[in-house]
């Protein structure tokens, strides 16, 4: 029986619904009804052709319930996975081997107070995230009474999904390395006499003077200092990427791997009068998407775009009133702290001038086909304590930003969703935790550009060594948002970021200390090399700069092939010559080119890292590599110039000769695509043959570009040459014309091959065919092809 109050309830939502659900047009897939707890009336959800669900829903609450319902409906397996390695919890599905990376995580976990952390958030913010966590249990409720449904991993594997809680939301904040190994290698450097060799890996950018912490010993300073950060410390093979990442020489070449881009036009410089916003993060490719489509409808709020599987809200899209794009900005987050403890006593360190106890938690970890086992997680002022030798009366803390109170990266981009304007999209960044250039441009033609994320103050060091830990060096805050660099309705009429160094001329970086280390400028060179060319940019011309492939490597590299060459050099600089440099994926100079600068990468490591440092510079830096090539200098031997001439000679003939070994003894049949392909896998797939059978390889696909072209496709020669990185998600937004807007996930909506929405994108990413991505009502209505009503469970 249906209580009446709650039926008046639904009944009343349905009316004020905008649109009213209860007079819809006729959908080609029809309308199924699912009765479902948590949600606090009917929600509406409309599939267009694409497979982009549109929630309408007469909340906020209840637009973010359909939102957690949707991704567990598509990612359940995904979002499960990501939340047992966070919390800690895989031993007890997969046993005992799994007991070291639990420990890592729970030592990560959040120690404060947790209520007081809900109740410091936004009211509609937390409202919102409970919606999402009701949304996705309801989903996993919705299974439990029809296990038919579950995503196949589940009976393959004999588990069972996690039930979600938006304390765990508070309380995952993530184990992270930050930049504790670099501390450690600096040091250990140092302790060589040999630091300079550090710019030969990470160049310091902008231009700085390495500086000692006061009473840091370097020759102390080891590996075994990084503790449970090291992969290697709590090595599970549970997919094939997590092994290969345990190999530091691997490590050391995904460093410069990653990266994003975006750009924002404004109305003067558009062709449409108003303003173009284009981003396309780069994130992994070769398992399920890092994002996930969806559209948010409810009073006071209407989203679109892509969010991140497990993290309530949408990262890249627009809402009626303003288009958001982000890339990773860099900020040094983290320190390692070298704590001195008191012999015959280590569970105190000296700390300000006395001897303080570690606060320490027990925890158990539940482990299946074992007992349980005990852990003790030690913290100092609430930094993780991640290693520690009791025979040195030395213990090292880990400061990162993510423990801090308030750190709470889970709910902002629930903030900034249902944020209006420039002045409240500001107030939501307080939240932000991650360090991200965010784009903004906005329907009155507005454009912004402001970097958020948790900055530490460190009034005595600037982050580059670890630090003593006993109080002299502690952070003293956060640099507030309004300090960090930000610019509104630039003059230029154009703004751009791609990871690279971007602290405004003028910025006071030696009071504001943010980051060294920042990714190469080839994409960010390359994007404005084309934005200022163009006096009126198009959607068209944003959707292409996404897929351009000229490496501005290949120019420098074609600048510096000597007039004279060797007999097994002289053909690969011949074809090099005749090449406009373009990563196409049927270019045969790009093959070539990729496997001369893999060679020549290795020759000059031999060459100019030093003997006693090739051990901790596993790879160079691209850009340092050039530039010193560019104006060669002592490094490379008596005879500079002489020296590179030859270094280049060799990497040709060794290129031309790994392009034959690999594309066959003909030039003109060398193609870049029939090596840089682009394969989706099961992460499983490798190790358990019935998830490889159940998951069948999404593949053939053939790619150009590779990680320093504005169409990041990268991939890491340790591997092989297959796309492991670039962008699976690319949007453009036409700002206030919404419905012309762009975008392309690959491969799909669903992680389940039963799925029509498993690879129904592969083929068009690979083309590069945007597709539109329709908002208004009435695009959204004309393209519908199913609908979905969510009603509250009867009783």
Same mark, same amino acid.
């Given at each position: 029986?249906?209580?009446?109050?709650?039926?008046?309830?639904?009944?009343?939502?349905?009316?004020?619904?905008?649109?009213?659900?209860?007079?819809?047009?006729?959908?080609?897939?029809?309308?199924?009804?699912?009765?479902?707890?948590?949600?606090?009336?009917?929600?509406?959800?409309?599939?267009?052709?694409?497979?982009?669900?549109?929630?309408?829903?007469?909340?906020?609450?209840?637009?973010?319930?359909?939102?957690?319902?949707?991704?567990?409906?598509?990612?359940?397996?995904?979002?499960?996975?990501?939340?047992?390695?966070?919390?800690?919890?895989?031993?007890?599905?997969?046993?005992?081997?799994?007991?070291?990376?639990?420990?890592?995580?729970?030592?990560? =976990?959040?120690?404060?107070?947790?209520?007081?952390?809900?109740?410091?958030?936004?009211?509609?913010?937390?409202?919102?995230?409970?919606?999402?966590?009701?949304?996705?249990?309801?989903?996993?409720?919705?299974?439990?009474?029809?296990?038919?449904?579950?995503?196949?991993?589940?009976?393959?594997?004999?588990?069972?999904?996690?039930?979600?809680?938006?304390?765990?939301?508070?309380?995952?904040?993530?184990?992270?390395?930050?930049?504790?190994?670099?501390?450690?290698?600096?040091?250990?450097?140092?302790?060589?006499?040999?630091?300079?060799?550090?710019?030969?890996?990470?160049?310091?950018?902008?231009?700085?003077?390495?500086?000692?912490?006061?009473?840091?010993?370097?020759?102390?300073?080891?590996?075994?200092?990084?503790?449970? =950060?090291?992969?290697?410390?709590?090595?599970?093979?549970?997919?094939?990427?997590?092994?290969?990442?345990?190999?530091?020489?691997?490590?050391?070449?995904?460093?410069?791997?990653?990266?994003?881009?975006?750009?924002?036009?404004?109305?003067?410089?558009?062709?449409?009068?108003?303003?173009?916003?284009?981003?396309?993060?780069?994130?992994?490719?070769?398992?399920?998407?890092?994002?996930?489509?969806?559209?948010?409808?409810?009073?006071?709020? $209407?989203?679109?775009?892509?969010?991140?599987?497990?993290?309530?809200?949408?990262?890249?899209?627009?809402?009626?009133?303003?288009?958001?794009?982000?890339?990773?900005?860099?900020?040094?987050?983290?320190?390692?702290?070298?704590?001195?403890?008191?012999?015959?006593?280590?569970?105190?360190?000296?700390?300000?001038?006395?001897?303080?106890?570690?606060?320490?938690?027990?925890?158990?970890?539940?482990?299946?086909?074992?007992?349980?086992?005990?852990?003790?997680?030690?913290?100092?002022?609430?930094?993780?304590?991640?290693?520690?030798?009791?025979?040195?009366?030395?213990?090292?803390?880990?400061?990162?930003?993510?423990?801090?109170?308030?750190?709470?990266?889970?709910?902002?981009?629930?903030?900034?969703?249902?944020?209006?304007?420039?002045?409240?999209?500001?107030?939501?960044?307080?939240?932000?935790?991650?360090?991200?250039?965010?784009?903004?441009?906005?329907?009155?033609?507005?454009?912004?550009?402001?970097?958020?994320?948790?900055?530490?103050?460190?009034?005595?060091?600037?982050?580059?060594?670890?630090?003593?830990?006993?109080?002299?060096?502690?952070?003293?805050?956060?640099?507030?948002?309004?300090?960090?660099?930000?610019?509104?309705?630039?003059?230029?009429?154009?703004?751009?970021?791609?990871?690279?160094?971007?602290?405004?001329?003028?910025?006071?970086?030696?009071?504001?200390?943010?980051?060294?280390?920042?990714?190469?400028?080839?994409?960010?060179?390359?994007?404005?090399?084309?934005?200022?060319?163009?006096?009126?940019?198009?959607?068209?011309?944003?959707?292409?700069?996404?897929?351009?492939?000229?490496?501005?490597?290949?120019?420098?590299?074609?600048?510096?092939?000597?007039?004279?060459?060797?007999?097994?050099?002289?053909?690969?600089?011949?074809?090099?010559?005749?090449?406009?440099?373009?990563?196409?994926?049927?270019?045969?100079?790009?093959?070539?080119?990729?496997?001369?600068?893999?060679?020549?990468?290795?020759?000059?490591?031999?060459?100019?890292?030093?003997?006693?440092?090739?051990?901790?510079?596993?790879?160079?830096?691209?850009?340092?590599?050039?530039?010193?090539?560019?104006?060669?200098?002592?490094?490379?031997?008596?005879?500079?110039?002489?020296?590179? $001439?030859?270094?280049?000679?060799?990497?040709?003939?060794?290129?031309?000769?790994?392009?034959?070994?690999?594309?066959?003894?003909?030039?003109?049949?060398?193609?870049?695509?029939?090596?840089?392909?682009?394969?989706?896998?099961?992460?499983?797939?490798?190790?358990?043959?019935?998830?490889?059978?159940?998951?069948?390889?999404?593949?053939?696909?053939?790619?150009?570009?590779?990680?320093?072209?504005?169409?990041?496709?990268?991939?890491?020669?340790?591997?092989?040459?297959?796309?492991?990185?670039?962008?699976?998600?690319?949007?453009?937004? $036409?700002?206030?014309?919404?419905?012309?807007?762009?975008?392309?996930?690959?491969?799909?909506?669903?992680?389940?091959?039963?799925?029509?929405?498993?690879?129904?994108?592969?083929?068009?990413?690979?083309?590069?065919?945007?597709?539109?991505?329709?908002?208004?009502?009435?695009?959204?209505?004309?393209?519908?092809?199913?609908?979905?009503?969510?009603?509250?469970?009867?009783?």
């Amino acid at each position: 029986m249906i209580h009446r109050r709650a039926f008046l309830l639904a009944s009343a939502a349905l009316v004020a619904m905008p649109g009213s659900l209860l007079a819809k047009p006729r959908v080609k897939g029809g309308t199924r009804t699912v009765r479902l707890s948590g949600a606090r009336a009917p929600v509406e959800i409309i599939e267009d052709e694409l497979g982009v669900p549109h929630v309408r829903a007469a909340s906020r609450h209840d637009a973010f319930f359909g939102q957690g319902y949707l991704v567990a409906r598509d990612r359940l397996f995904q979002i499960d996975m990501d939340r047992r390695r966070e919390m800690g919890r895989m031993a007890e599905a997969f046993g005992p081997r799994f007991v070291a990376a639990d420990r890592a995580a729970r030592l990560f =976990l959040y120690r404060g107070d947790i209520d007081a952390e809900l109740a410091a958030l936004p009211p509609d913010v937390l409202d919102c995230a409970r919606g999402y966590v009701a949304g996705v249990n309801a989903r996993i409720a919705e299974l439990a009474a029809d296990p038919a449904g579950l995503p196949l991993e589940y009976g393959i594997l004999g588990i069972s999904p996690l039930r979600w809680d938006v304390r765990d939301l508070v309380r995952g904040r993530g184990i992270g390395m930050g930049d504790a190994d670099d501390e450690v290698r600096r040091a250990q450097l140092q302790a060589r006499g040999l630091l300079d060799a550090e710019q030969l890996m990470a160049p310091l950018r902008p231009v700085w003077s390495f500086n000692m912490p006061d009473g840091l010993d370097v020759a102390a300073v080891s590996e075994a200092d990084l503790g449970v =950060l090291d992969p290697a410390a709590r090595p599970v093979p549970f997919d094939a990427i997590q092994e290969a990442s345990l190999d530091p020489e691997v490590r050391g070449a995904d460093r410069f791997a990653l990266g994003s881009n975006a750009w924002t036009i404004s109305p003067s410089r558009s062709a449409t009068g108003r303003p173009i916003l284009a981003n396309d993060p780069h994130l992994g490719i070769g398992s399920a998407s890092p994002r996930h489509m969806c559209h948010l409808s409810a009073p006071g709020l $209407d989203v679109i775009g892509a969010g991140a599987p497990g993290l309530p809200g949408i990262m890249q899209g627009h809402t009626d009133r303003f288009a958001f794009g982000r890339t990773n900005f860099h900020i040094d987050q983290t320190d390692l702290f070298i704590l001195r403890t008191k012999e015959g006593d280590p569970g105190q360190y000296w700390h300000k001038g006395a001897w303080r106890a570690f606060e320490t938690f027990e925890d158990e970890i539940v482990v299946k086909g074992a007992p349980p086992e005990r852990v003790t997680l030690r913290y100092a002022d609430g930094r993780p304590i991640v290693s520690q030798d009791a025979a040195r009366s030395r213990a090292v803390a880990f400061a990162t930003v993510s423990m801090l109170p308030g750190a709470n990266m889970k709910f902002a981009i629930i903030a900034i969703n249902l944020a209006t304007d420039w002045a409240s999209l500001r107030q939501a960044f307080k939240l932000h935790v991650s360090p991200t250039n965010l784009h903004y441009a906005d329907i009155d033609g507005n454009t912004g550009w402001q970097t958020i994320g948790f900055t530490p103050r460190r009034p005595k060091h600037d982050g580059l060594f670890p630090a003593p830990g006993d109080g002299d060096f502690d952070w003293t805050g956060l640099l507030p948002i309004e300090d960090m660099p930000h610019v509104y309705n630039p003059p230029e009429g154009w703004f751009a970021s791609a990871n690279q160094m971007n602290l405004p001329v003028g910025y006071p970086y030696r009071e504001r200390v943010i980051s060294f280390n920042w990714s190469d400028p080839y994409r960010y060179d390359r994007v404005a090399e084309v934005l200022r060319a163009q006096n009126k940019h198009r959607i068209a011309d944003s959707i292409a700069l996404q897929h351009d492939v000229q490496s501005l490597p290949a120019r420098a590299l074609l600048k510096l092939l000597p007039a004279t060459l060797s007999v097994e050099a002289a053909p690969a600089a011949a074809l090099l010559r005749r090449w406009d440099c373009g990563i196409e994926a049927d270019s045969a100079a790009a093959l070539l080119f990729e496997m001369v600068m893999v060679a020549l990468s290795a020759d000059f490591r031999d060459r100019v890292v030093p003997a006693a440092a090739k051990d901790l510079i596993p790879t160079v830096n691209l850009s340092e590599m050039l530039r010193i090539l560019g104006a060669p200098d002592k490094r490379l031997g008596d005879d500079p110039a002489a020296a590179r $001439d030859a270094l280049i000679d060799r990497a040709l003939a060794a290129g031309w000769a790994k392009a034959v070994e690999l594309g066959g003894g003909d030039p003109a049949k060398w193609q870049w695509g029939d090596l840089h392909r682009v394969t989706i896998a099961h992460p499983l797939a490798s190790s358990i043959p019935a998830i490889a059978a159940a998951f069948p390889k999404i593949e053939g696909g053939r790619s150009g570009g590779d990680g320093t072209t504005p169409m990041a496709r990268g991939f890491n020669s340790r591997r092989g040459f297959n796309v492991s990185h670039g962008a699976s998600y690319l949007f453009v937004a $036409d700002v206030g014309a919404w419905d012309n807007s762009r975008f392309l996930l690959l491969p799909g909506q669903s992680a389940d091959p039963r799925s029509p929405r498993y690879r129904d994108f592969y083929p068009k990413w690979l083309a590069g065919a945007m597709q539109p991505l329709w908002f208004s009502r009435a695009a959204v209505d004309r393209h519908a092809v199913g609908r979905t009503m969510l009603a509250p469970a009867k009783g």
